[in-house]
C-alpha cells in the first residue's frame, strides 16, 4: 500500500476522531477556541508521531521477536506515558513559549486514546517503519483537523440563538454527530 | 514461565524509561525561580487582567523577575499586596486604595427610553451597533443584550428587569472586563465614595434626548449653574450637549442634581451593596434604586425584548 493512500486514508477517510471514534474527550472538552484546538492538535500529532515510531520497534524488535504479542496493551501504555514525560520535559527545556502554548494539554495526551489507538492499529496492519511514521503522523492531523473544524462551528454556535433544551453539551454531541456524517462522505474514496 | 517472562519484560521496559526519564529529568531540568511560585500562589488565580497583565501567572512573573508593583492585583486587594510583598520580601506602598467599581452611565430601560422595535440579531451588543439594527431609539445608551454580563469574570454585573445592568459592589473588582465589552462605552471605574454622576452619555441636542429617553440629559446646565454657585465651577461641565461630571478631582456633590430636571444627574444609580461596601450601616442586600424598578418591571420579561 502506498504512503499516499495511508496517508490520505488515516487523514479524512478514516478519520480517527470522525470515523473511529476515539479521542472523543478531548474533542469536545478542547474545542471551545479555535487556538486552544490548534494547540492540542499540534500536540497529539507530535505525540502520536512519535508513539507510532516507539511502538513499531517495541512491538517488531520486542513483543514479535519474543512471540509476546498480547503484551502490546500493556507495553504501549507504558511507552505513551513515558515519552509524553520526555516530551513536555524536552518542549520545556527547549521552547517555553511553545511548552506554555500547550500549557495543561500537553500532559492530558496521556489518556487520550487515540494515541493508544494509533499504536495498536500499525501493529494490527503489520506496517513497516516507513508506513508506521506516516500513519502516526496522519492520524494525527486527521486528529487535528477534526477538533479544528469543531472549534470553528463551536465559536459560531457560542453567538447563535440556540433553543433552550439544546444548549451546551446537546448542541455540541449533534454538531459532532453530523461532522461525522460529513465525513461519512468520504468513505469509499479509498479502500483503506 | 511466561507469566514470569512477561512480569521480567515489562520489568525491564519499565525500568527502562523510568531511568531514561531520570536522566532526562536531569539533563533538561529548568531553574524557575522559586519566588514566582510563591507570588502566584498567593494572587486570586482568576485571570481577570485587572492588573494588565494577561493572566495571574504573567503578573506573578512580572512581579519576581521584572520587578513589577505588588498592589496591582485589583481583586485582591490590599490583602493580596502584603502578601506579595510578603513573598517578595519588600514594604507595601500606600495604605489601603479606594474601592473601585464599574459604574454604568444609562438609565434608559424600557420604562425610561423609547423601544420601537423589537432586536431579533445575535445576542450581543457589539453586534447589535454595528448592525444598526438596535430596538431602542436613543444612539447613544444601552443596548441591553448584556454583553457586559457575559464579560464578567465575577459574576458582580447583571441586567435589571428592565434591562439596563447594574453593579453589585460588594463583587465588583474594577478588573475592567465589561468597560471593554461595552460598545457604547457607557460603563466606566470609578471610586465608590464618590457618588453623583451624569447617567447619561447622549450626545443627542436636548429636543431630540427629551423625546427618546425620559431620564437623559438635555443639557439644561442646571447642575453647572448649582456647581458654580457653590463655588466649584470645575466639578460639573457641559461638554457639547451632556452635563459631564469631573472626574479628575471627583468634587461634584449629589445636592446639584436635586433640581435636574429629568433626574439624569443622580447619586448610585446602577449599583448594588455599596452600603456593604462603604461599612456605614448593614442593610440587606436588595438594592434600593434597582429594587424599585425591577420590582415594578417584574411582569416585563427581559426588557429590551418588551415593547
Known amino acids: ?192 | 514461565m511466561t507469566v514470569l517472562l512477561a512480569a521480567g519484560l515489562m520489568g525491564l521496559i519499565g525500568l527502562l524509561f523510568s531511568i531514561g526519564l531520570g536522566i532526562a529529568s536531569k539533563r533538561f531540568a529548568v531553574e524557575v525561580d522559586p519566588k514566582i511560585d510563591g507570588v502566584e500562589k498567593t494572587l486570586p488565580g482568576v485571570n481577570c487582567g485587572g492588573c494588565g497583565y494577561a493572566s495571574c501567572a504573567m503578573y506573578a512573573e512580572a512581579v519576581a523577575s521584572k520587578g513589577a508593583p505588588v498592589d496591582l492585583c485589583v481583586v485582591g486587594g490590599a490583602k493580596t499586596a502584603r502578601e506579595v510583598a510578603h513573598v517578595m520580601g519588600v514594604a507595601v506602598s500606600g495604605e489601603e486604595k479606594d474601592k473601585i467599581v464599574a459604574v454604568v452611565f444609562c438609565q434608559g430601560d424600557s420604562e425610561a427610553s423609547a423601544f420601537p422595535g423589537e432586536y431579533r440579531g445575535i445576542k450581543d451588543c457589539a453586534a447589535a451597533v454595528y448592525s444598526q439594527d438596535v430596538s431602542k431609539r436613543c444612539k447613544y445608551g444601552c443596548v441591553g443584550l448584556g454583553s457586559c454580563v457575559a464579560a464578567c469574570p465575577f459574576d458582580a454585573i447583571h441586567l435589571s428587569a428592565t434591562g439596563i445592568p447594574f453593579v453589585d459592589a460588594e463583587k465588583c473588582t474594577a478588573c475592567g472586563k465589561c468597560v471593554a465589552a461595552c460598545p457604547r462605552n457607557l460603563i466606566e471605574l470609578h471610586p465608590l465614595k464618590h457618588d453623583a454622576f451624569v447617567y447619561c452619555k447622549s450626545q443627542d441636542p436636548g429636543v431630540i434626548s427629551r423625546k427618546v429617553c425620559k431620564k437623559a440629559c438635555i443639557a439644561c446646565n442646571i447642575c453647572v449653574k448649582a456647581a458654580a454657585n457653590d463655588n466649584n465651577a470645575d466639578a460639573v461641565r457641559l461638554e457639547g450637549n451632556l452635563a459631564v461630571v469631573n472626574t479628575k478631582a471627583y468634587a461634584a456633590k449629589a445636592e446639584y442634581g436635586a433640581k435636574c430636571p429629568t433626574k439624569s444627574y443622580g447619586t448610585y444609580i446602577n449599583i448594588v451593596n455599596k452600603d456593604r461596601v462603604l461599612g456605614r450601616q448593614s442593610v440587606p442586600a436588595q438594592p434600593v434604586e434597582v429594587g424599585a424598578v425591577s420590582a415594578e418591571g417584574s411582569g416585563e420579561g427581559e426588557g429590551p425584548g418588551d415593547d
Open chain 1, 1 to 192: 500500500m502506498s504512503i499516499l493512500l495511508i496517508a490520505i486514508a488515516a487523514v479524512v477517510v478514516n478519520n480517527f476522531v470522525l470515523t473511529y471514534f476515539v479521542g472523543i474527550c478531548p474533542f469536545i472538552g478542547v474545542s471551545k477556541k479555535i487556538d486552544a484546538a490548534l494547540s492540542m492538535g499540534i500536540a497529539v500529532t507530535f505525540v502520536m508521531t512519535l508513539t507510532s515510531i516507539v511502538t513499531w520497534f517495541i512491538t517488531d524488535l520486542i513483543l514479535v521477536r519474543l512471540n509476546m504479542p498480547y503484551l502490546e496493551y500493556v507495553a504501549y501504555i507504558v511507552v505513551i506515558a513515558a515519552l509524553v514525560q520526555l516530551v513536555e520535559m524536552f518542549i520545556k527545556k527547549t521552547s517555553p513559549a511553545l511548552y506554555k502554548a500547550l500549557g495543561i494539554y500537553l500532559p492530558l495526551i496521556t489518556t487520550n486514546c487515540a494515541v493508544l489507538f494509533v499504536a495498536l492499529l500499525q501493529a494490527m496492519r503489520n506496517y513497516n517503519f516507513i508506513q508506521a511514521t506516516v500513519f502516526g503522523f496522519s492520524a494525527g492531523v486527521g486528529f487535528a483537523v477534526a477538533i479544528v473544524i469543531m472549534a470553528g462551528i463551536r465559536e459560531q454556535i457560542e453567538i447563535a440563538d440556540v433553543p433552550k433544551p439544546f444548549r451546551g453539551a446537546a448542541i455540541t454531541l449533534i454538531t459532532a454527530s453530523i461532522l461525522a456524517l460529513a465525513f461519512m462522505g468520504f468513505s469509499g474514496l479509498i479502500a483503506a
